[in-house]
Nanobody, 124 residues
Framework: QVQLVESGGGLVQHGGSLRLSCAAS????????MGWFRQAPEKEREFVGVISRSGGTTLYADSVKGRFTIYRDNTKNTVYLQMNNLNPEDTAVYYCAADRGPLLHRVTHEYDYWGQGTQVTVSS
C-alpha cells in the first residue's frame, strides 16, 4: 500500500510558475513509477507526464512538453512537477499516481495508487 499526498497547488497568473509535490508513504517509493495527471471541469482525467523509478527517464504529454518538468527525490519519497509558462488551459486538479512499473504508462487504469489531487488555477 502506498499513500500519496499532493501539495503546492494554487492560483497563478498566465505565464507564471508553480511546483507541485507528491509525498509518498508506505512501501518503497523507489520501486514505483510515478505519473502526473490532471482533470479539468467536465473533462476526463488526462496524462501529464511520468517518471521512471530511478528518475532517469521521463515522458510528457505534447501539451506540456517544454513547459513542465517531472523529477523525483527517492531519498525524500517525493516526486515533483515543475510547471512553467502556465496558461488558463492548464487549470485543473492535478493528481499524482504510482505504478509498480517498470513500463511508463500514459493511461489511468495502469496506476495502482492515487493522491487526492491539488487544484491549480491559472488566471488570464
Amino acid at each position: 500500500q502506498v499513500q500519496l499526498v499532493e501539495s503546492g497547488g494554487g492560483l497563478v497568473q498566465h505565464g507564471g510558475s508553480l511546483r507541485l509535490s507528491c509525498a509518498a508513504s508506505g512501501r518503497t517509493f523507489s520501486g514505483y513509477v510515478m505519473g502526473w495527471f490532471r482533470q479539468a471541469p467536465e473533462k476526463e482525467r488526462e496524462f501529464v507526464g511520468v517518471i521512471s523509478r530511478s528518475g532517469g527517464t521521463t515522458l510528457y504529454a505534447d501539451s506540456v512538453k517544454g513547459r513542465f518538468t517531472i523529477y523525483r527525490d527517492n531519498t525524500k519519497n517525493t516526486v515533483y512537477l515543475q510547471m512553467n509558462n502556465l496558461n488558463p488551459e492548464d487549470t485543473a486538479v492535478y493528481y499524482c499516481a504510482a505504478d509498480r512499473g517498470p513500463l511508463l504508462h500514459r493511461v489511468t487504469h495502469e496506476y495502482d495508487y492515487w493522491g487526492q489531487g491539488t487544484q491549480v488555477t491559472v488566471s488570464s
